[in-house]
């Protein structure tokens, strides 16, 4: 029985450990993303450039490559089928994912890429993808496609559900951090969003992405300088981001920068932004006033150097 009472003593203070706030023991484990290293958007830049020429033939040529020299790169796996989704009809590369699938079916990428092949069905496509998580519970990709489905149906709790079941497997996941902070951004939970994304930076800073959403919860939360430094680090590094334009285009238009204001309105609409007539009314509106000498630009003064998460 004494044996029993020391043996609880000893394990008394693992048992708090283990009882921590989840960035506690982040913090124990130095943030190792448990994410397979994926391609960089840098490395991924030359086929987009290529996609944006019009010049699909070499883009395909230049990601069958990339695929066959990181054949677990989920991102080049990704361009590459939507890439080939713009030439080939539903049917075709239905029939290409399947017959891939066929060849190797204990290769979770095969069903994943399989299930997208198939979004459009979506029973059959989270079929897939279910399969997917069972080959590889640590692979974040499958669960963003299974919270993609159910809150493409509207249904949100599911979203979130498959997030955070999958967390539990894989606790260190950057991209399922980041995901799921995006999706409590949307639905404007935006203490849990923060939390969620500044663990995804924590988790992989080399991917930007997180940090503009964390400048729109900043923006939303009303620290509008917090929120304008934010957005201007995260496109700095990475200015194709088209997320990042529509919420500092209302930082400009707040603080009466006409010009500033529509540019980078302009710059998210060539991005893919979509339109906002109430947006460019309010962005003529500023003009006119501009024109007229009334309005005066206060935004604070930002350069390369200056953190802002």
């Known amino acids: 029985m004494k044996a029993v009472k020391s043996l609880s003593w000893l394990l008394a203070p693992w048992l708090v450990f283990c009882s921590l706030p989840l ?5 124990q484990d130095q943030y190792q993303n448990s994410d397979v290293a994926p391609l960089s958007e840098r490395q991924l830049q030359a086929v987009v450039e290529l996609v944006t020429g019009g010049d699909l033939a070499a883009a395909e040529a ?23 989704r713009e030439r080939l009809s539903a049917a075709e590369l239905e029939r290409l994912y399947t017959d891939e699938l066929q060849r ?16 459009d069905r979506a029973d059959e496509a989270r079929e897939r993808f279910e399969q997917a998580l069972r080959l590889e519970p640590m692979n974040p990709w499958p669960s963003v496609a299974l919270a993609y489905l159910a809150r493409s149906e ?4 599911a979203a979130v559900s498959v997030y955070r079941q999958a967390l539990e497997s894989a606790p260190r996941s950057a991209r ?4 799921l902070g995006s999706l409590y951004l949307d639905l404007g939970l935006l203490v849990d969003a923060q939390r969620e994304l500044q663990l995804a930076l924590r988790l992989d800073p080399s991917n930007v992405r997180p940090l503009t959403a964390l400048g729109r919860v900043h923006h939303a939360l009303g620290r509008k300088e917090l929120a304008y430094q ?3 680090r995260s496109l700095h590094q990475l200015p194709e981001q088209s997320a990042g334009y ?16 529509m540019a980078a309105y302009r710059r998210g609409l060539e991005l893919g932004t979509e339109p906002d007539p109430t947006l460019e009314g309010q962005l003529r509106a500023l003009q006119l006033v ?6 005066q630009c206060k935004a604070p003064s930002w350069s390369a150097g200056v953190a802002g998460s």
């Not at 230049?62 to 080939?84: G, T, Y």
């Not at 509207?154 to 709790?157: A, C, L, Q, S, V």
């Not at 501009?290 to 309005?295: C, K, L, R, S, T």
């Open 62 to 84: 230049q990601l069958v490559e990339l695929c066959s020299r990181h054949p677990d790169s989920v991102e080049a796996h990704r361009q590459l089928q939507d890439l080939r």
């Open 154 to 157: 509207g249904d949100y709790f």
């Open 246 to 261: 529509e919420p500092l285009t209302r930082l400009y238009l707040e603080w009466r920068c006409s010009d500033k204001a």
């Open 104 to 119: 190797q079916p204990t290769r979770a990428m095969s069903h994943y890429l399989a299930g997208r092949a198939v979004i």
């Open 176 to 179: 399922l951090r980041w995901f």
């Open 290 to 295: 501009d024109q007229e000498g009334a309005a």
């Open 23 to 27: 960035s506690s023991c982040l913090e």
């Open 230 to 232: 934010t957005l201007r």
